[in-house]
């Protein structure tokens, strides 16, 4: 088991990784499932909701479209397909969330609430393939 402090310098390191090899080319975005479920995260151009999950992943609050994308994650992996960087937007994603919820931006119990909602939602949408791949 990794040790707090190990853990904690291993965090740091990636995320400050990410927040310099990211170029907010947005391609994480718009290859993300999730987007249609984010509340505000629709039509958002896609540049600045990654700009905003920056934000959040260094202390910030970003805007209401990059929590809500943030909150939504269920860690799927295209979005690290889609990266031309190797930045590995999903653990993005995470990292910001646990920045988020650490930092009050984002309520715990609401990211729960949200995710649930996102998986009923997703359920009616996904066939039986999808289900069992995503959820």
């Known amino acids: ?38 509340r505000d995260a629709r039509g958002t151009d896609a540049k600045a909701a990654v700009t905003g999950v920056l934000d959040v992943l260094s202390g910030g609050a970003g805007d209401a479209a990059s929590r809500n994308w943030i909150s939504v994650c269920t860690r799927s992996g295209s979005c690290n397909e889609a990266c031309p960087e190797a930045v590995n937007p999903m653990l993005m994603l995470r990292l910001a969330k646990w920045q988020a919820q650490e930092g009050g931006v984002i309520p715990k119990r609401d990211a729960a609430e949200t995710m649930s909602r996102v998986k009923v939602f997703a359920r009616l949408s996904f066939t039986e393939k999808e289900q069992g791949e995503w959820l």
């Open 1 to 38: 088991m990794v040790a707090h402090e190990d853990w904690s310098a291993l965090r740091a390191a990636e995320t400050q990784r990410m927040l310099a090899a990211c170029t907010r080319c947005g391609a994480c975005f718009e290859a993300c499932p999730m987007v249609p479920y984010a």
